[in-house]
Structure formats: structure tokens, C-alpha cells
């Protein structure tokens, strides 16, 4: 009765503002007094009736002025319990989806977001005006004609405000005659209203539903089909569907009808609607409520802030103290680093002297060095040189054994020519016969000394050659000993003049044939090794 009477608030509100009655829209519901054969329907067309003209819009709309009605009516019923009314979003998308639905079409999500998001933000849904007028456009039935609006505007106002939760034509027997006859069917929360044709003037009958009752399948008999039976406490009805699934949706139907009646619960459509209403009001006091957190978050935040200042404030009177320790610091800073730095020029300065001083012996050291390479490179050169002299002393001796032969061989030659010379002449005393003999042997003689001349010119030419090579000889003795002379004079110049730099040993010093020296017991022995093993070479 509670939803009853919400609903006539709404339906005397619209009537009372067309009126200008009341501007606050406000009717209480103590005085509002319903009685149980009241026709909800008229009330609504007498409202309808006085705030139609001043309020419907003047452009031609897709739908007619009954059908405009109708979802005037699905308006105040599916409009939130606030004046002044309006139909949030959430009631807007299950509406279409009804008449999309019942107009046989495809549900177009994308299309109906698209339109949500250009909402108005300064509104929270539509007045029942604003909704005809989106329905009557025809924004979410294109393709439809005004016939098929009509027919899933009328299929809905049916299901939401009549409660009808199916219709059909049926075959039903009779109780007196037996015979078969066809009803058209109505099925409301509590009942089954069945008659003649479907304009629903000339009504036949009710069936009342109850917990008691109960529906069952029936097989086929006397030739009828898709049979079954709804038993109530005083009655049985046999009723025939066109089809078995007609049949299964309306055994189905009324199953769930009756079962709504044993657990007391309102039809689908209004459990749906108070169901959205609940989620709604759920979701209403989160926000509220997360509004609370968020305010109480803002008031700590503001506390918070009022904190941070007041710590603000303190690190600036710290950060102020921490600069002057750091100005003093930092007087402090430069004071040493004066002083550092006088001592660090005082450092460099002894740095350098020590640097200068490194510098000088350093160059002594390179100094005694280099006469240390020259004296070893004059003895070098001086070993080069005596093995150049022995050298030309072995050549001037070779030059000197080969003259020897080739004197020795010339006295010979001549030997033996003076040898020959008195052979013939004691051949030509000899007898004539010999003489032939002696000529010829002469000739062979002549011919043989004639080949002796040519040798002994040749060992004179060799000769010759052997003084010349001994006379070069000579000369590179003569050079190799002047040589030797020189570099044996560089030698005792410069003899006893080195000394090492270094502290010398503790252990008495040693005397070489170069003068007095600083050389160690090994150092003495390693050079004598070395020069012994030079003369193995030589």
C-alpha cells in the first residue's frame, strides 16, 4: 500500500504544479486516503489531463498522445521518491532496454554511454516531459516504425504499471459444457484473468492464484495438445497452448507467480525496482560517507598543514642559528686556510730548495756518468786499437816469411841458371857430335830458361807486390801504434781522476793499475773475469 501511495503523491504532484497549487510539491501522505476498489488508472488520466498541454513539448513527436500517457505513468512509477521527480540514469537504460527489447532490437551500450557522458552535469536525470520527449524522438529506435514503438511502449506498461507478467491467447475447457474454447490470458501477481479477445472489454473470468494452488504438464487427450492443469482449492482448470514452448513459458510463469506468493515477495519488475532503489541508496551513503572520510581527511590535512608550519617555522629559526654557525665556520675556514697556505708556501718554498739540491747532485751524478761511458768507450776503442796493431804485426810478419821464400826461390833460380850456364859451356868443348846433341839440350835449356825468366819476373812482380802490401802494413803498425800512444796518454790523464759519489765501504779500498778506486772485492772480481774471458776470445 506504501508504493501505491507514492505512486498518487506523484501522479497529484504533476497535477498540482500544472495547477500552481503548491510550488513546493509536496502532498502528505496521512492525508492521502486510498481505498481498495480505487482506480489508480483514471486518477493518472485525470492528472494527465491537467498538466498535458502546459507541459508537453510542441514538437512533433514519434509516438501518439496515449502512447505519451503511458510513459508518463512508467515515469512516476520508476522516478526516485524526491520532488521535484525526476528519473535518474540508471531508470533511463532499463527503460530502453525494455522497449528495445520488446521491440525485437539490439541494445546499443556504446550509444547510451555516449549520450550519458553529455549529460548535463548540473543535472542528476530527466523530468517525465524530458523523457517523453527523448522516447518520442525516436534517438534509441531508429529504424522502427510508430507501430512498433507503440506496441513495446504498451508490452511495457503492461509488464511495470498493469503488473501483467504474460498475455497470450490459450485454448480453455469448460466447466458445464466441456467444450474448448479461446480466451486471451492475463497473468497478474495474484491472479489469471482470461477474455474474449485482447482489447480486454469482455472479461470471461479470474483465476485466483494463491499458495495453494499449483500447475502441472498434462499429456495429450481428445485430440488436444500441449496440455495442462491449474489446480486451485475450489477449482481445476484445463487449459491448451498453441506449442510446447508456449506451453513450458506459461507453466513456467505461473510456477514462478505462485512460489512469489508463498514467500510473500512483491512481482519482479517492483523486487527489480526497490533492488535498484537499495543499490542506489547503498551507493549514496558510501559517498556520503566517503565525503566524511574525505572531510575529516581535509580537516587533518588543514592540521597537518597548521603543523608543518609551525615545523616551517622552527627550521627557519634553526636554518637562521645554522647560518650564523656556518658564517662563523666559515670566518673560521678562512683564517686556517691563510694559515695553511702561509705553511704550504713555506713547504713549496723548502720544496724547491730540496728540489734544487736533487737537481744539482742529480747533475753531478749524470756528470761522473758520462765520464764513467767516456772511460769506457776510450777502453773500447783502446782494446781496438791494440787488436788493430797486433793485427798488422801478424800481416807484417806474414809479408816478411813471404818475401823470405821469394828470395830464397830467386837464389835458387839463379843457382841453378849460373848451374846451366856452365853446363854449356862445358857442352861447347865437348865433341862435335855432342855438339848437335848440346845445340838441341841447348835449346831445350835456352827454351827452359827462358820459361825460369818468366817466373822469376813473375816472383819479382810478386815481390814487389809483398813490399807493397808490407809498406801499407807498416803504415797501419805505424798509425795503430800512434794510436795506442794517444789514447795511452787520454788514459793517464784522466787516470785517478774518477770517484764515486756515493760513501764508499767501510772495507779498505782497492788499488787498480788506473790509480785508487772505491771498487768492491766483487766488482774487482766480476771486471778481471770479463777481461779474462775478452783475451780467451782474442
Not at 486471451?184 to 495474484?190: A, D, I, M
Request: charge should be negative; hydrophobic fraction near 35%; charged fraction near 35%.
Amino acid at each position: 500500500m506504501g508504493g501505491l501511495k507514492d505512486e498518487l503523491l506523484k501522479t497529484i504532484w504533476h497535477a498540482f504544479t500544472a495547477l500552481d497549487l503548491d510550488h513546493s510539491g509536496k502532498v502528505s501522505k496521512s492525508q492521502l486516503k486510498v481505498q481498495d476498489n480505487f482506480d489508480k488508472l483514471e486518477l493518472n488520466r485525470m492528472c494527465w489531463t491537467l498538466c498535458v498541454k502546459k507541459n508537453l513539448t510542441k514538437s512533433p513527436l514519434l509516438i501518439e498522445e496515449e502512447d505519451s500517457f503511458k510513459v508518463w505513468v512508467i515515469f512516476n512509477f520508476l522516478s526516485e521518491d524526491k520532488y521535484p521527480l525526476i528519473i535518474v540514469p540508471e531508470e533511463i537504460e532499463y527503460l530502453l532496454k525494455k522497449l528495445t527489447d520488446a521491440m525485437g532490437g539490439v541494445w546499443q551500450q556504446e550509444q547510451f554511454e555516449g549520450y550519458r557522458v553529455n549529460f548535463d552535469d548540473g543535472k542528476d536525470g530527466l523530468s517525465a516531459w524530458e523523457l517523453i520527449e527523448l522516447i518520442g524522438t525516436g534517438q534509441f529506435s531508429k529504424g522502427m516504425d510508430r507501430q512498433t514503438v507503440s506496441m513495446a511502449i504498451n508490452e511495457v506498461f503492461n509488464e511495470l504499471i498493469l503488473d501483467v507478467l504474460k498475455q497470450g491467447y490459450m485454448m480453455k475447457k469448460g466447466h458445464r459444457r466441456k467444450n474448448w474454447t479461446e480466451r486471451w490470458f492475463v497473468l497478474k501477481p495474484n491472479m489469471i484473468s482470461y477474455y474474449v479477445s485482447e482489447d480486454l472489454k469482455d472479461k470471461k473470468g479470474d483465476i485466483i492464484l494463491d499458495e495453494n494452488c499449483c500447475v502441472e504438464s498434462l499429456p495429450d487427450k481428445d485430440g488436444k495438445k500441449c496440455l495442462f492443469l491449474i489446480k486451485c482449492l475450489d477449482k481445476t482448470f484445463e487449459i491448451s497452448a498453441s506449442d510446447k514452448k508456449k506451453k513450458q513459458e506459461w507453466i513456467q510463469a505461473i510456477h514462478s507467480t505462485i512460489h512469489l506468493l508463498k514467500l510473500g515477495s512483491p512481482p519482479p519488475h517492483k523486487e527489480a525496482r526497490q533492488g535498484r532503489r537499495e543499490r542506489r541508496k547503498k551507493l549514496l551513503a558510501e559517498q556520503e560517507e566517503l565525503e566524511r572520510q574525505m572531510k575529516e581527511l581535509q580537516a587533518a590535512n588543514e592540521n597537518k598543514q597548521r603543523e608543518l608550519e609551525t615545523v616551517r617555522k622552527k627550521l627557519e629559526e634553526a636554518a637562521s642559528r645554522a647560518a650564523e654557525e656556518e658564517k662563523k665556520r666559515l670566518e673560521t675556514q678562512v683564517e686556517l686556510q691563510a694559515r695553511f697556505s702561509s705553511e704550504l708556501e713555506r713547504e713549496k718554498l723548502i720544496r724547491q730548495q730540496m728540489e734544487e739540491q736533487v737537481a744539482q747532485k742529480s747533475s753531478e751524478l749524470e756528470q761522473y756518468l758520462q765520464r764513467v761511458r767516456e772511460l769506457e768507450d776510450m777502453y773500447l776503442k783502446l782494446q781496438e786499437a791494440l787488436e788493430d796493431e797486433r793485427q798488422a804485426r801478424q800481416d807484417e810478419e806474414t809479408v816478411r816469411k813471404l818475401q823470405a821464400r821469394l828470395l830464397e826461390e830467386e837464389s835458387s833460380k839463379r843457382a841453378e841458371l849460373e848451374r846451366w850456364h856452365l853446363e854449356q859451356q862445358q857442352a861447347i868443348e865437348t865433341t862435335e857430335a855432342e855438339k848437335q846433341e848440346l845445340e838441341n839440350q841447348r835449346v831445350m835449356k835456352e827454351r827452359a830458361l827462358q820459361e825460369a825468366m818468366a817466373q822469376l819476373e813473375q816472383l819479382e812482380l810478386e815481390r814487389k807486390q809483398a813490399l807493397e802490401q808490407y809498406e801499407g802494413v807498416k803504415k797501419k803498425l805505424e798509425m795503430a801504434t800512434s794510436k795506442t800512444k794517444s789514447w795511452k796518454d787520454k788514459v793517464a790523464q784522466h787516470e785517478g781522476l774518477i770517484r764515486l759519489i756515493e760513501p764508499g765501504s767501510k772495507n779498505p779500498h782497492l788499488i787498480t793499475h788506473w790509480g785508487p778506486a772505491a771498487f768492491t772485492q766483487a766488482e774487482l772480481e766480476e771486471r778481471e773475469r770479463s777481461w779474462k774471458g775478452k783475451k780467451g776470445t782474442e
